[in-house]
């Protein structure tokens, strides 16, 4: 099941790519060789043209889309100018258990595709590229964090695609900050996969998914992940960490996907 759904996530990725070199999305020429394959050390890993020490060159590095305007406690990308600090309608009605939430990139072109290419195309170069753009942000926007958790596979989706992209994102962000690693969360039940599940599915679907081995030997870890969509992976992990000692909370995701375009049916996540 996991393989034919990897299949066809490639399937859709050389599409997705093909279309994207098509029409230029008015990109720069750089940006648009997202699609290269291989990825030579040193080389920044979206063009494979210019030197990049962070794996992102600084042309690409300006082409990304910002993620300028989110709510200010679970990212969610608003259409309103967010400078002040919003909160948005979900979180007013059902405040997440976490302290703060930050993504360091829309779930958009180019960030869907490379995001995709490395979950289901072993592309590895991309999580070097985006664990450190996580890693700058860690110390702004997480001072008081005193610990790294990534969000854990089940051991049977971990043997078959053989790493764990948040764990791999993970191990970058603690190179560069030096905050220790959390290793004792599990993913005991292995859930169907959440994208295309609606929120109150993915609520049951992750129901007693996660255990912690012990109580949580630190006071405020920092949930690392690639991509927030309704945050109900978060939220359980969040809850289980608070059940455990844990003082606080946050979370760091690579991109945010809106949870309102998820639900409205116009997400591709
Ligand atoms: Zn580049
Ligand atoms: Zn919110």
Redesign the pocket.
């Known amino acids: 099941m996991q393989a034919a759904c990897e299949v066809s996530q490639n399937s859709t990725l050389r599409a997705l790519s093909d279309s994207a070199l098509a029409v230029g999305f008015g990109q720069s020429a750089a940006m648009t060789q997202l699609t290269r394959p291989r990825w030579p050390q040193g080389l920044c890993t979206f063009c494979n043209v210019n030197s990049a020490s962070d794996g992102i060159c600084v042309a690409c590095r300006r082409d990304l889309p910002a993620l300028t305007n989110?709510?200010?406690?679970?990212?969610?990308p608003l259409s309103v100018n967010t400078q002040g600090g919003l909160?948005?309608?979900?979180?007013?009605a059902n405040p997440?258990p976490w302290k703060n939430?930050r993504a360091a990139l829309p779930y958009t072109w180019p960030v869907d595709v490379a995001l995709q290419r490395l979950k289901y195309a072993r592309q590895l170069s991309y999580a070097a590229a985006f664990g450190a753009l996580m890693a700058q942000i860690t110390p702004r926007e997480f001072a008081d964090v005193d610990a790294l958790c990534a969000v854990p596979l089940h051991r049977w989706r971990h043997l078959r695609r053989g790493f764990n992209q948040a764990e791999e994102l993970c191990r970058i962000v603690h190179r560069r900050t030096g905050l220790p690693l959390l290793k004792t969360v599990r993913r005991v039940r292995n859930t169907v996969p959440q994208s295309g599940l609606g929120r109150s599915a993915r609520q049951a679907n992750l129901r007693g998914a996660f255990r912690i081995v012990g109580r949580c030997e630190f006071s405020h870890p920092l949930l690392i992940d690639d991509i927030m969509t309704t945050g109900e992976t978060c939220r359980q992990l969040a809850q289980l960490l608070l059940a455990h000692g844990a003082s606080d909370v946050s979370v760091l995701t690579v991109a945010r996907a809106s949870a309102r375009d998820y639900a409205a049916g116009t997400a591709k996540v």
Request: net charge neutral.
């Open positions: 989110c709510c200010s406690r679970c990212a969610e909160i948005c309608a979900a979180c007013q997440p939430c």
